[in-house]
């Protein structure tokens, strides 16, 4: 079992930043994929960004690419989502999620969810 809690979200206006957070506790972090998905109001969630296990391998999302990163510290047990250049339809609750069998953009690969944290993003 791994628990996931994710924080950095808040309020911006369009063009700031926000970094997110998410900590692991439980089983060993660096076994895991580690992904950040985000739900708009009245949308279905989206995948945002990944990063692998082992290799750390990056994917982004189309409408992200360029203005977000991900990372991770596993010494921290922490995976990152720096996001940059905001714009109001990033405006989403945003959820890290960790996967054990490899690297994806399904929500259906990945085994634990955070609950979530709010980024609104004004114009």
């Known amino acids: 079992q791994v628990q996931l809690v994710e924080s950095g979200g808040g309020l911006v206006q369009a063009g700031g930043s926000l970094r997110l957070s998410c900590v692991a506790s439980g089983r060993i972090f660096s076994w895991y994929t580690m992904g950040w998905f985000r739900e708009a109001p009245g949308k279905e969630r989206e995948f945002v960004a990944f990063?692998?296990?082992?290799?750390?391998?990056?994917n982004y999302a189309d409408p992200v690419k360029g203005r977000f990163t991900i990372s991770r510290d596993n010494a921290k047990n922490t995976v990152y989502l720096q996001m940059n250049s905001l714009k109001p339809e990033d405006t989403a609750v945003y959820y890290c999620a960790a996967g054990s069998s490899g690297w994806s953009t399904s929500q259906d690969a990945y085994d634990y969810w955070g609950q979530g944290t709010q980024v609104t993003v004004s114009s």
């Open positions: 990063i692998t296990r082992g290799t750390g391998t990056l």
